[in-house]
Nanobody
Framework: QVQLVESGGGLVQPGGSLRLSCAAS????????MAWYRQAPGKQRELVAR???????TYADSVKGRFTISRDNAKNTVLLQMNALKPEDTAVYFCYAEWLNTSWGQGTQVTVSS
């Protein structure tokens, strides 16, 4: 399994921005589908955004137009740029990797509050 380490979470006011980063320890990062999931208290974990090995992206309806997922294969990194944040975006955000198997990061807290 690949080791995933997230960073970039924190506290931000509504309307603000954050950028999450996920570093993957693998020699075959190019092959992986990468994604961000989130889990709010009392709710199920849900897909936020996904990027294929070729760079195709999909987004949850709730974040379309506000969040952007990208990947840097040279740095084994996937990013989630989050703009126009809302209180309902508050959750623990998890990085996810899938190829021959699946891996999860430990999660990073994002809190949107005034």
């Amino acid at each position: 399994q690949v080791q995933l380490v997230e960073s970039g979470g924190g506290l931000v006011q509504p309307g603000g921005s954050l950028r999450l980063s996920c570093a993957a320890s693998t020699m075959t990062f190019n092959n992986y589908i990468m994604a961000w999931y989130r889990q709010a208290p009392g709710k199920q974990r849900e897909l936020v955004a996904r990027i294929s090995s070729r760079g195709s992206t999909t987004y949850a309806d709730s974040v379309k137009g506000r969040f952007t997922i990208s990947r840097d294969n040279a740095k084994n990194t996937v990013l989630l740029q989050m703009n126009a944040l809302k209180p309902e975006d508050t959750a623990v955000y998890f990085c996810y990797a899938e190829w021959l198997n699946t891996s999860w990061g430990q999660g990073t807290q994002v809190t949107v509050s005034s």
